[in-house]
């Protein structure tokens, strides 16, 4: 008979903040369900009325505790959570307050000011109000992407060692192979981000992050 698991996450396989806490949940060693929530199949399954009365805003990741009856919605939020409940595994956040600040900080400059930019449903919305096709949306997605690397690149260069901060895996790597996945998806050159394309490689030679890869998922298309 198998253990129940009292860990659910509503998501999408290619969603970078579904990403995010996979690869956090893999570096705490938690056990969890993974509810596929399909962004397109159906005309988008995060419309549903059954998925409004777990998430209304219609918006993946969602974060469940069966056994406490807990639900949470945003990435970042979820991913502390998770580090600050279970001493399991990697801890993500550094326990000096300066240092737990910069971390948030970096760790924004991507959840915050480059990913919604070129969010799925922002470039869907594009495309409907200003007839954008499909080369124009990825370029502005481009844009952002990059405009945001080359600003990142620069904060983190008197910070960084293997990882984004210093030597021990944190939020802002969590928060920063999902961003590289989309942005080699969309055809940029990660040699332009030398320091951002090391720290990926080295988080992509550990199994929570390879794992957490969105071609890994039961629902990747």
Same mark, same amino acid.
């Given at each position: 008979?198998?253990?129940?698991?009292?860990?659910?996450?509503?998501?999408?396989w290619r969603?970078?903040?579904?990403?995010?806490?996979?690869?956090?949940?893999?570096?705490?060693?938690?056990?969890?369900?993974?509810?596929?929530?399909?962004?397109?199949?159906?005309?988008g399954q995060?419309?549903?009325?059954?998925?409004?009365?777990?998430?209304?805003?219609?918006?993946?990741? @969602?974060? !469940? =505790?069966?056994?406490?009856?807990?639900?949470? #919605?945003?990435?970042?939020?979820?991913?502390?959570?998770? /580090? +600050?409940?279970?001493?399991?595994?990697?801890?993500?956040?550094?326990?000096?307050?300066?240092?737990?600040?910069?971390?948030?900080?970096?760790?924004?400059?991507?959840?915050?000011?480059?990913?919604?930019?070129?969010?799925?449903?922002?470039?869907?919305?594009?495309?409907?109000?200003?007839?954008?096709?499909?080369?124009?949306?990825?370029?502005?997605?481009?844009?952002?992407?990059?405009?945001?690397?080359?600003?990142?690149?620069?904060?983190?260069?008197?910070?960084?060692?293997?990882?984004?901060?210093?030597?021990?895996? @944190?939020? !802002? =790597?969590?928060?920063?192979?999902?961003?590289? #996945?989309?942005?080699?998806?969309?055809?940029?050159?990660? /040699? +332009?981000?030398?320091?951002?394309?090391?720290?990926?490689?080295?988080?992509?030679?550990?199994?929570?992050?390879?794992?957490?890869?969105?071609?890994?998922?039961?629902?990747?298309?």
């Amino acid at each position: 008979m198998s253990e129940q698991v009292d860990l659910k996450l509503y998501g999408y396989w290619r969603s970078s903040a579904t990403y995010r806490v996979r690869i956090a949940l893999n570096l705490k060693a938690l056990p969890y369900e993974y509810v596929p929530i399909s962004l397109v199949a159906d005309g988008g399954q995060h419309k549903t009325a059954e998925y409004q009365n777990i998430n209304p805003s219609m918006l993946v990741p @969602t974060f !469940v =505790d069966t056994d406490k009856d807990i639900t949470l #919605y945003q990435s970042l939020a979820i991913i502390e959570y998770l /580090d +600050e409940k279970y001493a399991s595994g990697t801890q993500l956040m550094p326990k000096h307050t300066l240092d737990r600040a910069r971390v948030r900080m970096y760790a924004q400059d991507i959840a915050c000011d480059v990913q919604p930019l070129a969010n799925s449903g922002v470039i869907k919305k594009s495309q409907t109000l200003f007839n954008a096709n499909d080369e124009q949306t990825a370029a502005w997605s481009r844009y952002w992407i990059s405009k945001g690397f080359t600003a990142l690149s620069k904060k983190l260069a008197g910070r960084s060692g293997e990882y984004c901060y210093g030597y021990d895996i @944190t939020l !802002v =790597d969590v928060c920063l192979v999902p961003q590289v #996945y989309n942005a080699e998806r969309l055809g940029i050159n990660m /040699d +332009e981000f030398p320091l951002l394309q090391k720290i990926n490689r080295n988080c992509l030679t550990l199994d929570a992050f390879k794992d957490a890869s969105p071609e890994r998922q039961v629902d990747a298309k």
